[in-house]
């Protein structure tokens, strides 16, 4: 029985079922991610942020620690993801006043036998559902979107990366 159905999913057997994909014959390489997203808000909440007068305090710096909390735990909220041993999280925030948003990007990395997109898109998305609770009291009405995997590095495909400004992505390297 193959562990890949005629559609392609990796995550579905050929009888149609669910199933954990086996990587124990993958090599082992050096692997990375990097996701981005936004989270939308008023002036008035973006400059409380960036001017470090939010009344809970260094939104950023919890934001951050969400994330990288989040990137170690994907497995416990994904089903099927492999549990990882993650060498590097790293989430970063980009104010950006001219848009009235916060662009958050994550970056995860590892050494092992599957890819690390899931970890990076986890990491992203706590991170602006963190900035999000901190600060709904004084916006309710913020907008979380764009998560999206940005790269990838390693693993059978090689180097993917996002066409800048589309959803159209390009590739390098075998299997892509």
Not at 122 to 128: I, N, P
Request: proline fraction near 2%.
């Amino acid at each position: 029985m193959t562990d890949q159905s005629t559609q392609g999913f990796s995550h579905v057997n050929s009888a149609g079922e669910a199933n954990m994909v086996d990587v124990s014959a993958k090599q082992a390489t050096v692997r990375e991610a990097r996701a981005e997203g936004f989270v939308r808000m008023s002036a008035d909440t973006l400059n409380k942020i960036i001017e470090g007068n939010h009344h809970k305090g260094d939104v950023f710096a919890v934001a951050r620690i969400a994330g990288i909390q989040a990137a170690k735990q994907t497995s416990n909220l994904i089903p099927l993801c492999h549990p990882l041993m993650l060498s590097k999280v790293a989430v970063e925030f980009d104010a950006e006043p001219e848009h009235n948003r916060i662009r958050i990007e994550s970056y995860c990395k590892l050494t092992g036998q599957t890819g690390v997109e899931m970890e990076a898109l986890t990491a992203c998305s706590v991170a602006a559902l963190t900035l999000f609770d901190m600060c709904k009291a004084v916006d309710p009405s913020m907008v979380l979107d764009g998560i999206r995997v940005l790269e990838k590095v390693g693993g059978k495909t090689g180097h993917w990366q996002a066409t800048e400004g589309s959803d159209k992505a390009q590739s390098e390297g075998a299997g892509a």
